[in-house]
């Protein structure tokens, strides 16, 4: 069975500051990786998503992601924080075959919060 | 406008009185899906659709139902509610399993 775990539920940084936030998944089967962001009160945005081929993913709002299968890792990077990524972020895994073909796993969440 | 749009909004009732929560998609997506979301445990899948007539369990399916007989409807059914089934609940659909999932509003439920 799959299942991603965020490293930290609340991540602090200063605007301008670079923004790093981590996720590391477990999978038997090859995966495909998402980052989505919720603002408050809303649903959830696709902020990027790994499939196959390139490693390094860039999304929407400056965001990237890079899926590193030795260290079984996507974290997710901004170089310069804006007030606006203030939000919930959320890690997912889908394994791309198996007997949880279907099947969508999210991490726990990180609250970035952005200080002036 | 392509949407997904769950209903009702908000929802109180009492345990072990019957609903359903709606959900309907104008996307021609195949894959359908039901999450519910609590603080600190992210979101949870409780079902999922990879097609008309197609349903298979998530990570958290029990008390739960769905059916899927129309391409644009995936309904979730709780026979019997119970408090631990308060939670704010998603609905999400996407043209193929790798592809990017659209979510609608959510719909929060509280059982008594």
């Known amino acids: 069975a799959q299942s991603v775990t965020q490293l930290g539920s609340h991540v602090s940084v200063s605007e301008g500051a670079l923004v790093l936030l981590r996720c590391n998944y477990s999978s038997s089967v090859p995966p495909y990786l998402f980052w989505y962001v919720q603002y408050p009160n809303q649903g959830l945005q696709l902020l990027l998503k790994?499939?196959?081929?390139?490693?390094l993913v860039k999304g929407i709002n400056g965001f990237e992601a890079e899926f590193k299968k030795s260290e079984t890792s996507f974290h997710l990077t901004k170089p310069s924080a804006h007030m606006s990524d203030a939000a919930e972020y959320f890690c997912?895994?889908?394994?791309?075959?198996?007997?949880?073909?279907?099947?969508?796993?999210f991490g726990q969440g990180t609250i970035l919060t952005v200080h002036p | 406008e392509a949407q997904v749009t769950q209903n009702p909004r908000y929802l109180i009732t009492v345990t072990g009185k019957k609903l359903t929560v709606t959900c309907s998609q104008n996307?021609?997506?195949?894959?359908m899906s039901w999450y519910r979301q609590d603080p600190g445990l992210g979101l949870r899948q409780i079902y999922y659709s990879m097609n008309v007539e197609v349903t298979d369990k998530g990570d958290v399916p029990e008390g739960y139902k769905v059916s899927r007989k129309e391409k644009r409807n995936f309904p979730l059914i709780l026979e019997s509610p119970s408090p631990n089934q308060t939670s704010l609940y998603f609905c999400a659909s996407s043209l193929a399993l790798g592809n990017e999932q659209f979510f609608g509003p959510g719909t929060r439920l509280t059982v008594l």
């Open positions: 790994y499939t196959t081929g390139a490693t």
């Open positions: 997912a895994v889908r394994v791309a075959g198996g007997t949880s073909y279907g099947k969508l796993t």
């Open positions: 996307m021609n997506h195949e894959y």
